[in-house]
């Protein structure tokens, strides 16, 4: 299994007050993303990166930043989480060295965020 | 952008029985495929995947997918359904024009004993 590690597993925030997820690698991979998954929705990309200091919006970036400054490390961070941001959030890596939508993906296991 | 369609939200099947689960993609140009696994509390694994090539792929766990250009599809198959089999499946296509990987909202698994 690939070495990804996601912190916390689990939290719960009130409405408004900043959070931020972190996604540990130990496979040294150029791509990590981070995806939050809903109930009829599947997987949808909130922001990945292509390297340190270089990141890129997804589908649904509204209400999220990131930060790399390490290649094994990926912040997500809720400058002001609201309700609507409750789900779980999955980091994934991939080995593409020239691309990010051709290469298969290695998921961590998911932090639950529950904003109230 | 490309999109992936997975019309069956919840799919019930007996032990030993064999499975089709449906995806659909659109895509304009040639589409990179992914079938992914998920169990309860467990991030996604990776099953098989469709660059070029022969269109039926072979995956891990005696899972294998057909790649059917004429219907936009590329289901996902396995001849006899294990009680273990039982979690979510989530179709995937990759697109060169986004540089991104759109997944399908996912089908529920449910194996009956």
């Known amino acids: 299994d690939a070495g990804i590690t996601q912190s916390p597993r689990h939290k719960v925030t009130e409405t408004g007050t900043p959070v931020t997820l972190r996604c540990h690698q130990t496979?040294?991979?150029?791509?990590m993303y981070w995806y939050r998954q809903d109930p009829g929705h599947g997987l949808r990309l909130i922001h990945y990166?292509?390297?340190?200091?270089?990141?890129d919006k997804g589908e649904v970036s509204d209400g999220y930043s990131v930060s790399r400054s390490k290649t094994e490390d990926f912040l997500l961070t809720l400058e002001s989480a609201t309700s609507s941001q409750t789900s779980v959030y999955f980091c994934?890596?991939?080995?593409?060295?020239?691309?990010?939508?051709?290469?298969?993906?290695?998921f961590g296991n998911g932090t639950r965020l529950t904003v109230t | 952008a490309q999109s992936v369609t997975q019309p069956d939200i919840h799919i019930t099947v007996s032990e030993g029985a064999s499975l089709e689960l449906r995806c659909n993609y659109s895509?304009?140009?040639?589409?990179?495929l992914f079938w992914y696994v998920q169990s309860p509390g467990q991030g996604l694994q990776l099953l098989l995947k469709?660059?070029?090539?022969?269109?039926l792929v072979q995956g891990i766990k005696g899972f294998e997918a057909e790649f059917k250009r004429s219907q936009s599809s590329f289901n996902l198959r396995k001849p006899s359904v294990h009680w273990s089999d039982a979690a979510e499946y989530f179709c995937a296509v990759g697109s060169y024009n986004n540089n991104d990987m759109r997944f399908g909202a996912g089908t529920r698994l449910t194996v009956k004993p």
């Open positions: 496979e040294n991979h150029r791509y």
């Open positions: 994934a890596i991939s080995d593409g060295t020239d691309s990010s939508y051709n290469s298969p993906l290695h």
């Open positions: 990166s292509y390297g340190v200091k270089d990141t």
């Open positions: 895509y304009g140009a040639t589409p990179y």
């Open positions: 469709y660059f070029s090539g022969d269109t």
